[in-house]
Structures are given as structure tokens and as C-alpha cells.
């Protein structure tokens, strides 16, 4: 008014008390004026309600998209969701509660006055149907409305928190990411009775996908930073593991590095279970319980348990499935379960070489709470595929070093159990030495023969979640028992550098070389030709560590053998960067991948087999309708007759089908 005598009229926004205590936004113009010879004011307004709030709205969106992205908390993006949805639905009160995925729990937050009520007095909600709307809301994944919570069977026995409260009607809205999963819930309180109306409905969805947008940011931050240091984690333990020696201490050093597992994961307890090759039964080899000393599993560690236990009809053990929870149950159950409680225990089954003796142990995980988190469980698969490699590598030295003792007196017994060490080592690659992999356009194919019970060449076909491949082909130096277990150490570490590095070939050569050079008292050394394939476009990414050119046939031009800069063999000198080659497999085209075992292979005659007669297979290849891996290993073996096997043969054979543009 002070103004308005000086200026003579004013304009202002002004927020009017409606009915029932409703706020109205009127945009105003007051005015000096005279009427009927006096002075007056007139005073003319106009409703700006719906466009004030508008506005307000949109500054509280502005404010939660940009806490999104500037990754503010959790709890400071859903107070600014709560009041966005207060101001859209007046006389209304909202909490949002996340989902507690190892709890399975809702977990009530926020700072406003109302949050922080209905969190003292009921701070977290279970996921199930009744547990209030909100639980119900969380269980079946569908909006819940409660015009009434008097009224609703949900809400019985929380009449102490709705009157404390002034709860009369509830809506109760789950919030989920892309893919379904449920995230928490969003709940608006009224302190009448009522129902949301379609525009209400629509407004809300608005706001519940802004509150699912902020959850999956904030885990997708969480899950990057697990993942680089779960990555690190599972690298380094990759390397302890791998380096583990068979001997008298192997027991101690497995328990240490589980210890570290439960630790890093926060776990509760963690079995290694191993099958002896003697015995129809899986005896504890390591179990680990942070709540426990060791000496408190002496029941367990000196109990069996039979074999029919771990079988479930419903599953082939070595098509690599059979990871399951065991639950209380299972007959299996009280022989796995670590502690007092009955908690469901994860079982990870570690596959044999056949299917006439499916394991050779497996792995019992149990969590600190219920369950363990997928991502975790993503790990422990992979830790279980380095175990796996472990105890078929301790297998390996066992049965060498016990056939190495008894050579002088039991020499049948002696191939028996190189036998055994050859069936294991072809184990360690796909397809036990003979591999075939048919995907899309794609046919992948692999034959190792060694010249000896074991041997020192390596193969291996890696697909990552990409869409990309890692192909290998490697031939370790010296042959036999030696070359056997560098070749387990080399194609166990390619394995975990394959899958963490994500196939990038510079890093993984890099780092395979500097372990292989680490304890190489006997400077022994691997040349390995490796590539990358994107199976969907064709692009391929090559690096030579001192092996073999592949051919190349490509149905139009000549066979050529593919030349490109080569770096020095694996485990010779440290830090040794390897150069890269970019190129495209067409469709028609084909490539051959192989050990020098083939080219030195020698004839009756004495002839060697040379790379003039493996180029020339490549001219011969062209129109025959049968696989090319074939062709050449019938050629090969025709060429060498009965002449014996000077060294290790591999051949591999990538095909990309269709016809070149």
C-alpha cells in the first residue's frame, strides 16, 4: 500500500486462502482511481494458480534432474520428488522407500518432518503382501490404492502409526528400473479419504519414473566403482590363486585367500568341497566362516558327503550350468550350511572332465544376511572357474609327480596316470582338444593333437558379453610335463585377462607376459598369435607375440599368409609393448590360425611338410564343400603317414559364412 500511494498502481502476485485451506495464485493489479468524485482503488484479478504451480513444478523437476546427473544422494533427490508430488497433490504427504535387495526390505527415507515420523515409528517395511500397502505395493509390483486405511485388511495392526500420523488414504506406486526389477516404492498419504483421478495417475508416473531414473543412476555409479574395484580384487586373487603351489601348505594359503573373499564381499562363510578321484563322495577341502575359528568345522571336515546329493535330473553338469541356492529344504542342506542359522547356501559346482564323473568339487557360499547380491554372484563365477583351474591343476602335478615316483617299477601304471593328466590338460581347452562353435554367420573350429601324453600348445575361444570373441593360438617352448603346466599357468591366466580387460589385446598380452615372466627360473616362453572378432560386424583386431602368420582365404583373391609386425614370445622379457593390427573378416572369407607342429611335421621320407604345402591347401580349399579344419587335418595326417609325431599340432580355423559384398 506504501507503494502504492507513490506510484500510484501496483501489480503482484498474490496467494489467496480458498476453500477448505487451499492456496489460490491470483496475479492482481491495484490502482488509485476516483469514483464518484472521492478517491478510490480498484482491484482486478486474474487466476494464475495452475501456471504458478506449473512453474514450481518444473523448477522442482529442473532441480531433480540436475541433482541426477551431478550424483547428489539418494535422500536430497527424493525430498525434491516429495515436494514436487505434495505440490501436484495438495493436502497430501510422501515418503519414498528403497528396496534393501539382501534384506529383501523396504527401507523407509527422506528429511521432511513427515519422513522422519513414519521413519521412527516404522523404519523398514518387508516385501510382502500385507506388510501395509507399501509391502504389498513392493510384492506384487502393482499400484495399490487405499481410499480408506481404516478399512483395508493391509493396515491392520498399524492403526498406532496412521493415527499418529493422520493417515487417511494411501496410494502406493513401485518404482522399477528398465528391465522391470523392482527399485522401491512411492507412497502418498492424505489425511482424507480419496482416490487418485487419470490426470493425477498420469502426473504421478511422471514422478515415479523421475525417482526410478535416480535410483539406477546412482547404481549404475555404485556398480562402476565395485566393478573397477572388484576387477583389481578378482585380478589380483586370479594371480594368487593361479600361483598357489600343490604342496604341503596348499590347504593354508587356499584359506587365506578365502578369508579375503569374505571379506571383500562381505560374506558369511565360504566352502571349497573336492571329490577325491578314489572316493563316490565330496570331502571339505577349506571351509571359511568369519564367525568361526577353524577348529570349530572339525564335524564338517571329517564328514562325506555322497555324490547323489548334488545331482538335480533337471540339469546337465557339463553344459555349465547347476549354480543354485540350497535351501533348508534340501536334503543337501545341513551337510553345507555353515553355522547356527539355516540359511540358504549358494552352491557353485566345479565341472570334471566327463559325464560319467560330472564334479570335482564345488563351492558353498553363504551370505551375511539372505541372499547374495547378483553382481557378487557374477564374480563368485568367475573365482569359481580359477578354483576349478586350480585344484585340475593340482590334480595335474599330483598325478605327474606321483607317476614321476613310481616310473621304475610301475610303467603301465605310470601311462595310466599320464592318462589321466592328458584327459585333464585337454580339458583346460574348449571342446577337450577337438572344438566346434556355430554362432550367426559364424563357425569356429579348433584340433590339438599333442606329441606326447601332455604338451605345451593351446587354444582357446573366449565370447564376451560385447558381442566380441578372443581367439588364441599358442605353442609353449619344450614339450611334456613342463610345457604342460606353463600351458595350464598361460591359458588360466589368458582366461581371467580376457573377461577383465574386455578383449582388449595390447592390455591383455601386456599383462599375461609380465606374470609369465615372474619366478621364470626356467626361462620358459609361449608364442601365441591372438585376435578379436566382433561377431556381429567382422572387425578384428590381431597381435602376434613371435607365433606363426595365419592364412588367409578369402575366395577371390589368391591364400596369403596375413603379415603384421610381431613382438617377441611371452614370458621372455618384462615390459614389452605388442603392436596391434586392425582388419575385417568378410563373409566367404576364411582364416587359418595354427602351431609351427604343423608346418615342421615330418613324413616317412623324412620330408618336411612346410609352409609352401600348408599355402598351397589354401588353393585346394576353395570349392570343397566340407569344413576346412577337416580338409587340412586330412591332408596333414595323409602327408604324415605313420611317421611319429615330432611335436604338438594345433590348427584353428575361423569361417565367416555368407557371400563377400
Known sequence: MGQLKASGSQRKEWLFSGIEGQGIWTDCFVGNTVFE?????????????????????????NRVLSGINAGLPLENVFDSLCKLAEIRFQDSRCLISLLDHQRDQLVNLGSSQFARQFREKLPVIKVSYGATAIGTAAYTKNRIICESVKDDHRWQGYSALTDALNISSVWCEPVVDQSGSLLGVFSCFSAIPRKPDDEAIIEMASIVSLAGLAVERQDWRKNLEEAASSERFVRGLGVDLINLAPGQGFKDEMRALLHRIVAHYELGAVGIWEKPSDADGFIPLVLTDKNREPDQHKTQLNAAIPSQLLDQPDIDPCSGAGERYVTQQDALHRHICVGDEPKPVFLLPLRAIGKEDPYIGFITVQSQFV????????????????VRTVLLNRRLVQSLSHAMESEKFERRKLEGELSVARSIQMAMVPGGGQFRETYRNWTIEAWLKPAKAVGGDLYEFIRLPTGKAVIAVGDVSDKGAPAALFMAKTVSLLNLLARARDGELETIASELNNELCRANDTCMFVTMILCTVDLKTGHTKWLNAGHNKPLGINGIAAPEFLTFESGPPLGLYEDVSYPVVASRIDPGQRIALYSDGVTEAFNAAGEEFGDDRFLSLGYRAEGRTEPLLGFMREQLQGFIGDAPQSDDITMLTIHHHGQAS
Not at 40 to 60: E, F, G
Not at 372 to 382: F, P, R, S, T, Y
Open 37 to 61: 468524485g472521492k478517491a478510490a482503488r480498484i482491484l482486478s484479478a486474474n487466476n494464475i494458480h495452475r501456471y504458478k504451480i506449473d512453474r514450481i513444478a518444473d523448477t522442482l523437476r
Open 371 to 386: 541372499y547374495i547380491a547378483q553382481e557378487v554372484i557374477d564374480h563368485l563365477k568367475v573365482i569359481a572357474t580359477m
